[in-house]
C-alpha cells in the first residue's frame, strides 16, 4: 500500500468509528426521551383524571388509538408550548440509530477487509519472492513501495543480496579448494609412482642371484647394485630387508589409494563426477560389492550375507554405488570379529528404497557418531587404520542421487549403517 492508501485506510477507519459511536449514543438518548416522554404524558393524563373523574374512560380510549400524536396541528401550540419543551421523540430516530450503527460497523469491517487483502497481497509477494530466491530463481530486484512492509521488503533484500555474495564467496573458495586438492593429488602421483618402480626393481634384484653385478648408469641402480653386493651371502639381512620391502610398498600402496581419493574429492567438490544413473537392481549393487571384497573378508575369517529379497530398481549409477556400499562393508569388515557376519538387507516402500549394512561387533563409538561422515576423521578404535575418507565418499556419492545415509548402533550391539533412495 502507498502512502495515499494509509490515508484513504486512516480516513475509512475514522468515518466508521464516527459512525458506530454516534449511532450508540443516537440509541441511548432516543430510550431516554422515550421514557421522558412517557412520564411526561402518564403525569398529564393523571392530572386530567383527578381533576375531570369522568373524562377517565375517554382518555383511556385515546391512548389505546395512539392516533393522538399523528395530527399535523397540535393544540399545545395554542398555548405556547414547543416540541422542545416536552420532548416527544419519533420511533423513525430509533431505527436510524440502528441504521447508522450498522453501517458504519459494515464500513468498518470493510475497512478492514481491504486492509486485510492489502496486507495479504503483500505478504503473498515477499513470500513468492524468497520461494524464487530458495529455487534458484533469478532476479534480485523487487518493486519498491511504501507501506508498513517497506522496512521489512529492505531487510529482506540486504539478507538476499547478503546471502547470495556469501555464496559466490562460497563457490569460489570450493572451487579454489577442489583446484588445490587435485593438483596435491597430481603432484602425488609422480614421486609414488616413482618410488613404487624403484621398489619393484629392488625387489627384483634382491630374488634375482644371477643378475649382472655392474652398476647401473642411475642412482637408484648404482643403490641396487650395492645393496645386493652387500646383503649377497648373508640370508638374515636379506629377510630383513624383503621385510622392509613390503612395509614400504604397504605404505606406497596406502598413498597411491590416498592420491585416487584426492582426485575423487576434488571431482566431487567441482561438481565434474558424472553419474551415469539409471534403474538399478539393489541386490547386483550389494552382490558385486561384496564379490570385490571377497579376498580381504577371506583374510579377515569374516563372512558376508547377501540375502536376495526380490527384485528392487533404484535410479543410481552402478558402479559409484557399488563403490559407497564397499566403503560401508569394508568399515563393518574392520570392525568385525573373527568368524562372525556382516549383514546386508533391503526394502521398499511407497517413499524410499532402504538398504542397511551391518557388523557383529561393538559398535560404534558414542562419540564418534556426530563424526563419522567427516573428511578425514577417524575413531579412537580406527586411529592407525584407514584415512578417514572412505564414509565422506560414500556420503556425497549417496547424497548425489537423491539419498541419505545415517550410521547408529543396533540394540543388541553392532554397527549399522542405513541408507534410503527416494523415488521421488
Not at 432516543?30 to 403525569?43: M, S
Not at 398529564?44 to 380510549?61: G, H, L, T
Not at 509477494?125 to 513501495?145: H, R, V
Not at 642411475?218 to 630387508?241: D, E, F, P, W
Request: hydrophobic share 40%; net charge negative.
Amino acid at each position: 500500500m502507498s502512502k495515499n492508501s494509509n490515508i484513504k485506510m486512516t480516513v475509512l477507519f475514522a468515518l466508521s468509528v464516527s459512525l458506530i459511536v454516534a449511532s450508540i449514543i443516537t440509541f441511548f438518548l432516543t430510550l431516554y426521551c422515550r421514557h421522558a416522554c412517557f412520564r411526561i404524558l402518564g403525569g398529564f393524563c393523571e392530572k386530567v383524571i383527578q381533576k375531570y373523574p369522568d373524562s377517565r374512560q375517554n382518555i383511556f380510549d385515546l391512548l389505546k388509538t395512539q392516533d393522538f400524536y399523528k395530527s399535523d396541528e397540535n393544540i399545545l401550540t395554542a398555548f405556547g408550548y414547543e416540541p422542545s419543551n416536552l420532548a416527544i421523540v419519533s420511533p423513525l430516530l430509533l431505527w436510524i440509530a440502528i441504521l447508522g450503527f450498522f453501517a458504519g460497523g459494515a464500513l468498518f469491517l470493510l475497512s478492514f477487509w481491504y486492509w486485510h487483502r492489502k496486507s495479504a497481497v503483500r505478504i503473498q509477494a515477499l513470500t513468492e519472492y524468497l520461494e524464487k530466491i530458495n529455487t534458484g530463481g533469478q532476479g534480485l530486484l523487487f518493486p519498491s513501495s511504501d507501506d508498513e512492509f517497506s522496512k521489512l521488503q529492505d531487510e529482506i533484500y540486504k539478507t538476499v543480496t547478503m546471502l547470495y555474495q556469501t555464496r559466490e564467496e562460497a563457490l569460489t573458495a570450493r572451487d579454489n579448494f577442489a583446484e588445490n586438492l587435485s593438483n596435491i593429488a597430481h603432484q602425488l602421483k609422480t614421486p609414488i609412482t616413482s618410488i613404487s618402480l624403484t621398489i619393484q626393481m629392488a625387489k627384483e634384484h634382491l630374488g634375482d642371484t644371477h643378475a649382472v653385478e655392474t652398476p647401473q648408469k642411475h642412482v637408484a641402480g648404482a643403490y641396487l647394485y650395492a645393496t645386493k653386493q652387500a646383503v649377497r651371502g648373508n640370508s638374515s639381512i636379506a629377510c630383513k630387508m624383503h621385510a622392509n620391502m613390503k612395509d614400504i610398498e604397504r605404505q606406497i600402496n596406502r598413498l597411491m589409494h590416498l592420491e585416487e581419493a584426492l582426485l575423487l574429492l576434488s571431482r566431487i567438490d567441482a561438481g565434474t563426477l558424472a553419474l551415469n544413473r539409471k534403474p538399478t537392481d539393489v541386490y547386483t549393487i550389494l552382490s558385486l560389492a561384496s564379490d570385490n571384497l571377497y579376498e580381504l573378508f577371506t583374510q579377515k575369517s569374516v563372512l558376508i550375507d547377501v540375502p536376495e529379497m526380490g527384485e528392487i530398481d533404484i535410479f543410481a549409477d552402478l558402479d559409484w554405488t557399488m563403490e559407497a556400499f564397499m566403503n560401508l562393508m569394508k568399515n563393518c569388515m574392520e570392525a568385525a570379529k573373527k568368524d562372525t557376519t556382516v549383514h546386508c538387507s533391503y526394502e521398499k516402500n511407497p517413499l524410499y528404497v532402504q538398504i542397511r549394512i551391518w557388523d557383529e561387533g561393538e559398535g560404534f563409538a558414542k562419540e564418534d557418531l556426530p563424526y563419522l561422515f567427516e573428511r578425514f576423521y577417524r575413531g579412537e578404535k580406527a586411529k592407525y587404520t584407514g584415512i578417514g575418507i572412505g564414509l565422506s565418499l560414500s556420503k556425497a556419492i549417496i547424497e548425489m542421487q537423491n539419498g541419505i545415509i545415517r550410521a547408529f548402533n543396533l540394540p543388541n550391539g553392532g554397527a549399522c549403517f542405513e541408507i534410503r533412495f527416494y523415488t521421488s
